[in-house]
């Protein structure tokens, strides 16, 4: 995780990388943005690979999410607790309207928190539900699903699933459509996500899921080609790291990979719900989120792509109030709404 300058720049010094300026760099308002963060970022030093206790720490100071957050008087915050398969209680954080219980039943987003498979939690998550939740009116739900490498696969995906069918199985009490539930999830969250829609889809939940929004997730463990000229927030060492992480060191790029680990191995996407992905171009991950859509247009299943220039992975947590950040809340809050 490096970028072209370790220190701060001079005056009128970019943080392009000096032998690219005419081909990629970052979008303008994002480098005025974000750029002091990802300068302190950078000159933290990037972690040894495989290192995960490092990039937790690190991810923390860059992003300093906080799992306190004010939720305003219109919503309200409930956290439910289903059994996994092993018996742990997985926490599911809800946020919707109070007045939900009026009309009905509603179309519900469950969500999935990203971090690499070893970082973050559906309790940091809750300030971004609130604002979906709050634009779009769609309730939501988190997993608080098990990190890796404490808890590999399958225990993640498996917590999701525990997650999933709670829902299902309270939807009459929580006023919620099983009809209009769809998935969600941010980068190793949004790797989860299209798992879960695949074994969704082969465990046949009923009805079917709805809906897939996947934001530039982690789905090839084969990913191992920077294509962003340096520029990567999230590189190919924590790409690598995240999948040793949760598949195993000796595990990752092999045939020995399981099913429903890395959604770019499965090569039938029927019966799949619809795709809603977006993905920045200065991400690593890029590449095999296109391969992965590819196979939806190509299955002639209803399909949305957005891919946002100049921009790295987790965009919109480091330039927030930007407004190419602004423009991909309303694109991810209007396929929550059309479904």
Known sequence: MSLSHPLPPTPGQTLLHPTHKMSL??????????????VQYAASGS????????????LQQALKKDAKCRIPEALERIVHRAPSSDGHLVEIYHVRKRE?????????ILHIHGGGYFSFS??????????????????????????????????PLEDCW?????????????????KRIGVMGESAGGGLAANLALLARDRVLSPPLAKQILIYPMLDDRTATDNTNGLAFFDVSDCITGWAAYLGKDVVGTDRVPKYAAAARNLDVRGLPELYLDCPQLDILLTENIHYLVQFVEAKI??????????PHGFTSLAPGASFSQRAIQNRVRAMLNF
């Open 162 to 178: 525990a997650a999933l069918t709670w829902v299902y199985s309270n939807a009459e009490h929580l006023n919620i459509d099983t």
């Open 122 to 155: 559906a309790a940091q998550s809750v300030q971004s539900m609130v604002d979906y939740v709050s634009q779009s009116g769609v309730q939501m739900l988190s997993v608080e699903y098990r990190l890796a490498p404490e808890h590999p696969f399958p225990t």
């Open 100 to 108: 939900n219980s009026a009309a009905g039943p509603h179309p519900a």
């Open 25 to 38: 760099r970052y979008d303008p308002e994002f480098e005025a943005a974000a750029g002091p963060t990802l």
């Open 47 to 58: 972690p040894a690979l495989y290192d995960v206790q490092a990039r937790r720490n690190r």
């Open 302 to 311: 209803p399909t949305e792509f957005h891919m946002y220039p100049g921009l």
